[in-house]
């Protein structure tokens, strides 16, 4: 008998879920509600929202809307956003993730100082062109710089002063190496602070994740092709545990994986819902009683 676990840390992290909840309260009440981009990076996910009546646009759609309301997700959205719904008369619904909001307003902050003295540079560690980043280089007109991994950090000017941030997402080991890799090259002159502002509950899933994955044979990563937090996780996995597979729903799983495994565990993202991780256990069960029947 194969045992088949769902890990208990995976699935919605609070910003999620609550951007969720709040679309479902606002489809219950039968009004048109438009979400600025995927709700969430999970095709499964967003089909069932759609199915309610939830109806996703990019920018240059909202930017036609007029009288609507419109969703805000987890990840923010920087402040031209705002700024269009109020000519255009579109109620938001704010479902920014608290810890965004917090870090949004840090880097404004940061950027209006910086207009009434020395130059700095603004640096943010994270994915371009990812949502929640581009809300971030938002707060600065644009004037951030965004680095993707330690090897971008070379193109910093270490004679400048230098704020680092971090997108709230990112590999919390490889922010303390852009750290590391800028104090020791940063000028004497200038000055240099870092602020950690990677979410904790994101953070926390990469040790616990790997405890997991090293305890069944075949692992299943279930998440969405665009999660940037996914591909962490399931990167995490795989180091661990060699026999990792990583699936955007449940008919992606092949037979051929599941021979000779007796212990099997499936995981996801932040951005990977619970009732999608359920409908795998499904399919696997169901697919080991097909196979005992035909023997």
Not at 26 to 49: F, S
Not at 101 to 123: A, F, P
Not at 154 to 163: H, V
Not at 211 to 240: M, P, W
């Amino acid at each position: 008998m194969v045992n088949v676990e769902i890990d208990n840390g995976s699935g919605f992290c609070f910003g999620v879920t609550t951007a969720i909840k709040k679309a479902e309260e606002e489809l219950a009440k039968g009004n048109t509600l438009y979400c600025l981009g995927d709700i969430v990076h999970n095709g499964q996910e967003c089909e069932r929202l759609k199915k309610m009546g939830l109806i996703t646009i990019n920018h240059e759609e909202f930017a036609q809307l007029r009288h609507v309301k419109v969703l805000l997700r987890a990840h923010g959205e920087p402040p031209a956003t705002y700024e269009l719904a109020r000519k255009n008369q579109i109620e938001i619904i704010d479902a920014t993730c608290p810890v965004v909001l917090r870090l949004q307003k840090r880097i404004k902050q940061e950027y209006d100082n910086t207009q009434n003295g020395r130059s700095k540079q603004i640096v943010i560690y994270g994915k371009n062109g990812h949502a929640e980043v581009l809300g971030l280089v938002g707060q600065t007109n644009g004037e951030a710089i965004v680095i993707e991994n330690l090897g971008e950090a070379n193109r910093l000017d270490f004679t400048k002063d230098i704020r680092l941030y971090s997108q709230t997402t990112k590999s919390v080991d490889e922010f303390w190496q852009i750290v590391e890799y800028i104090k020791a090259h940063i000028s004497s002159e200038a000055s240099f602070e870092y602020f950690d502002t990677i979410c904790r509950q994101v953070a926390n899933r990469m040790p616990n994740i790997r405890d997991f994955a090293t305890n069944h044979d075949l692992i299943l990563f279930v998440c969405g092709r665009k999660s940037s937090n996914g591909k962490i996780l399931y990167q995490e996995c795989k180091q661990v545990n060699n026999n990792t597979y990583q699936i955007d729903q449940p008919n992606e799983i092949e037979a051929q994986w599941l021979e000779n495994a007796h212990s099997i565990g499936i995981c996801g993202a932040t951005s990977t819902p619970k009732w999608l991780m359920e409908e795998c256990k499904k399919v696997i069960l169901q697919e080991e009683t097909a196979n005992k029947n035909a023997d």
